[in-house]
């Protein structure tokens, strides 16, 4: 079993940035990518950032590509979203999601994702971009 909790999140300034960080307990090695999500209320949860645990390979929507980065640190079993030149468009809740399914998980990630191939969730963080 992997838990998943995710922090970071807060109410940010137009242009501002966060950290949201997503730490990993539990099975850790049974997983091979873990993503980043948000949902607003009444809208489709979005896949936004992608990265594998194997080679580090990583995707964007292009919603975010260029402002936000995904990273990880693999001694800590945490993964990580930089988000910057943040829009009130961004204001969400923020989950991350780990994959037990076998690499490549991450390819094409920020065009289409397959929702049943996300079977870990953490609790979500909220982002408030403050117009």
């Known amino acids: 079993q992997l838990q998943l909790v995710e922090s970071g999140g807060g109410l940010v300034p137009i242009g501002g940035s966060l950290r949201l960080s997503c730490a990993a307990s539990?099975?850790?090695?049974?997983?091979?990518?873990v993503a980043w999500f948000r949902q607003v209320p009444g809208k489709v949860r979005e896949g936004i950032s992608c990265?594998?645990?194997?080679?580090?390979?990583?995707d964007y929507a292009d919603s975010v590509k260029g402002r936000f980065t995904i990273s990880r640190d693999a001694a800590k079993n945490t993964v990580y979203l930089q988000m910057n030149s943040l829009k009130p468009e961004d204001t969400a809740v923020y989950y991350c999601?780990?994959?037990?399914?076998?690499?490549?998980?991450?390819?094409?990630?920020?065009?289409?994702?397959?929702?049943?191939?996300?079977?870990?969730w953490g609790q979500g963080t909220q982002v408030t971009v403050q117009g």
């Open positions: 990265i594998e645990t194997g080679d580090s390979s990583t």
């Open positions: 539990g099975s850790t090695s049974d997983y091979h990518a």
């Open positions: 999601a780990a994959s037990q399914r076998a690499p490549p998980v991450c390819q094409a990630f920020g065009t289409y994702y397959f929702p049943a191939d996300w079977g870990s």
